[in-house]
């Protein structure tokens, strides 16, 4: 069955967003709070919100940022826990819907196939899957904002590893955890270094014989208290908002310091981390075998810990490290080049994710496919030469969400100017000659590294970078003058009504 369905029988949206996880909820609340005349629905390829939160099953995932910076701004974080695990992020998250109204708006099953602009008519005609169905819908809207992040949820990053098909035991994805699977008693090979391999070792080695981590390379891993104390210190003195808004500032201050060590001081900050990375490993553990990686601190993302679990997993002898190449699987587990044999009743390849630009959908603008490779940004939210479309990417050196909030700001007093101004549409056009461009994510990530050629360019000076510092970030899209001469903005098509509307917003 491929049929159309409901095309044609709705009128236009002020805004379909693309996906219900951290960034679609937070753009559809700061829709509802800032421009609450707007109309707008929230397309999801899943059976329910959450987007990572609710995609990744595998035991003790949780967020690497604090939950005052990674939640809303707009949304105290009430949990004990700075650091939380999914299901208490997901909880955050319908609470956040729901207080805004957005969960009556979202179209579950609804898979983002294509958008087409149609500059005549200032819309664009998204089509989507509906798998409740098995049918395409078309839905029509005067902008398109894509929160659909850069993951793809269909499949991860699994290298192809020579022995594979001889190997006697269950074979695990953490991206598919399998329902019901039982580690408990097993031993288990966690192949990875990142974010997620951290999380589950120390996870699965609460109830598991024994777990192994085996990493070609190592990655800075940093111990942090679960609970804030500064935190708990501003809820015991100031009103909810206030206290929130205070964490908030503070952790952002934190972030921003030690990501400016790292980056000035590399060498300090190393001999830092690996200081503590010996107080709480076992005397004489070989950190500079297991936790000395070949490059700067924040050259790739540092991995962190809440109160030290992965190195209380290994100094109770629970968890063990292996550093190096792999040679092969074999029947019985895994065997390094160095001859040694890792035994294992389940192997987790924690090997990295994939990129997926805009959840897969296809852009077009009249009748012509647009390559993001080809693109460059415009103030890390449009594409040039694409009308009326956004997307938000976070940081990549903080919390996520610092830079979606701000992008979801600029996009809501974007519309606001439009509408006091009468424009319908507006569409960000390169400078003219030459612009050196670098890659979007200036990110020495596998996952990066291996979607260069997919991803949108940014340029060498402002509006056109990619930036990464929230204060200077803050300034320009918070209070920066939204006009821009790289921005230009057209009427409303003949014979359609104007495009001014009380938003209840001041546009500047």
């Known amino acids: 069955m491929n049929a159309i369905h409901g095309s044609g029988a709705e009128p236009p949206l002020d805004v379909v967003i693309i996906g219900a996880g951290l960034s679609g909820i937070g753009a559809a609340c700061y829709l509802s ?27 003790g995932i949780r967020s690497d940022s604090d939950l005052f910076t990674f939640g809303y701004e707009f949304k105290p974080w009430r949990s004990e826990k700075a650091i939380a695990e999914a299901p208490e ?14 969960d009556g708006k979202i179209r579950y099953h609804h898979k983002v196939l294509r958008a087409e602009w149609d500059s005549a008519a200032a819309l664009w005609t998204v089509t989507a899957r509906r798998s409740d169905i098995g049918a395409e819908t078309k839905i029509r809207a005067r902008w398109l904002f894509s929160a659909t992040g850069y993951y793809d949820y269909d499949r991860g990053f699994s290298p192809p590893f020579a022995g594979a098909d001889e190997y006697r035991g269950t074979l695990i994805h953490p991206q598919h955890w399998p329902a019901g699977f039982d580690h408990a008693g097993k031993r288990i090979a966690v192949i990875g270094s990142g974010a997620t391999a951290v999380t589950l070792v120390p996870a699965l080695a609460r109830t598991a014989a024994h777990v192994t981590q085996i990493q070609r390379t190592p990655t800075y891993v940093m111990a942090l208290p679960s609970r804030d104390r500064l935190a708990d210190l501003f809820r015991r003195l100031l009103p909810e908002a206030r206290a929130h808004a205070a964490a908030r500032k503070a952790n952002v201050l934190r972030q921003r310091w030690f990501w400016l060590l790292c980056r000035n001081h590399p060498r300090l900050a190393r001999r830092l981390i690996r200081w503590s990375n010996r107080r709480w490993l076992p005397e004489g553990y070989p950190v500079d075998v297991h936790f000395n990686p070949p490059y700067d601190p924040w050259d790739q993302r540092l991995c962190v810990v809440p109160d030290g679990d992965l190195f209380k997993a290994i100094r109770r002898g629970s968890v063990s490290i292996v550093t190096g190449a792999i040679d092969r699987f074999t029947a019985g587990g895994v065997r390094m080049k160095s001859g040694e044999e890792i035994a294992a009743d389940a192997i987790v390849t924690a090997t990295g994710l994939q990129i997926k630009l805009f959840g897969g959908a296809e852009l077009v603008v009249d009748g012509r496919r647009v390559e993001p490779a080809e693109r460059i940004v415009f103030k890390g939210m449009m594409l040039d030469g694409v009308p009326n479309f956004c997307f938000a990417v976070g940081y990549t050196n903080s919390s996520w969400t610092l ?30 000659g030459e612009m050196a461009t670098r890659p979007l994510l200036d990110f020495d990530a596998g996952y990066v590294k291996r979607a260069l050629d997919m991803l949108p360019r940014q340029g060498d000076r402002a509006p056109w970078q990619m930036t990464f510092n929230y204060t200077e970030d803050a300034r320009m899209l918070r209070r920066g003058d939204i006009r821009d001469p790289a921005l230009h903005f057209l009427p409303p098509p003949a014979g359609r009504a104007g495009a001014r509307h009380d938003t209840g917003m001041t546009a500047a």
Not at 48 to 56: A, K
Request: charged share 25%.
């Open 33 to 59: 709070r800032e421009l609450p005349g707007k109309s707008f629905t929230i397309l999801e390829a899943r059976g329910d919100l959450g987007g990572t939160w609710d995609l990744f099953r595998y035991p």
């Open 403 to 432: 830079k979606v909030g701000l992008l979801c700001r600029q996009f809501c007093r974007l519309l606001a100017l439009m509408d006091a101004e009468g424009h319908a549409v507006c569409v960000a056009e390169r400078p003219e």
């Open 89 to 102: 992020i997901l909880a955050y998250l319908r609470e956040a819907a729901a207080e805004c109204g957005a």
